[in-house]
């Protein structure tokens, strides 16, 4: 690696496997599949991180791409893990997940933060010892009557179906844009937009 690039490790969380694929709790990880597509840096399964991960040059930095392939409330295994190999630090590490404090459609851009109850932010902080990372969270709307654990794990309904794919891109277009432009402006603008 060449010294004195600037790394960004973008980690897309989710559960493994064609079941889980399209559910709600799965967005983190849809958004880094669009991207490895946009910077054409095709995933591959790497079995010492328990991963797919991808990794080149975008916009003058070095970018990871990651995927954990344990369940949810295991990703932060394979974030450490990820993370000390290539010794990525802390503050180059964005954290893309589903969050049900918002409705559907949602970006919230955060510093740092709790994990909110989210198994995979919990697990994340657990293993990287610290909340003090950044996080994209993609509102899917909340339970409501259903249980949170059900919900999480059902596919989106017919109309947030047909918006699907261009909230995934907004998701994305927000770390592109992390590449080019201060996390602060970045984070400004995407949470003004309500």
């Known amino acids: 690696m060449q010294s004195g690039v600037e790394q960004c490790l973008f980690v897309g969380l989710g559960n493994p496997g064609p079941r889980y694929a ?78 049900v404090a918002f409705p559907f459609g949602c970006l919230r851009l955060r510093l740092m933060g709790s994990a909110g109850g989210h198994n995979g932010l919990k697990s994340v902080e657990q293993s990287m010892g610290s909340s003090h990372y ?29 918006e699907l794919s261009q909230f995934v891109d907004r998701g994305v277009e927000v770390l592109q844009r992390l590449l080019r432009e201060r996390f602060s402006d970045v984070m400004t603008s995407v949470n003004a937009r309500a």
Do not use: W
């Not at 559910?23 to 983190?28: D, E, L, P, V």
């Open 22 to 99: 399209t559910t709600r709790h799965n967005i983190g990880s849809c958004v880094i599949e669009e991207l490895s597509r946009r910077l054409s840096l095709p995933l591959r399964e790497d079995r010492r991180f328990v991963a797919r991960v991808a990794k080149g040059e975008s916009e003058g930095k070095r970018v990871h791409l990651l995927i954990p392939l344990t369940y949810m409330n295991l990703s932060g295994t394979a974030v450490q893990s990820y993370s000390a190999y290539f010794s990525i630090g802390l503050q180059s590490l964005v954290v893309v997940v589903d969050d």
């Open 134 to 162: 950044k996080r994209l969270r993609m509102g899917i709307g909340q339970a409501g009557e259903k249980v949170l654990a059900d919900y999480v794990l059902e596919t989106f309904n017919e109309d947030e179906q047909a």
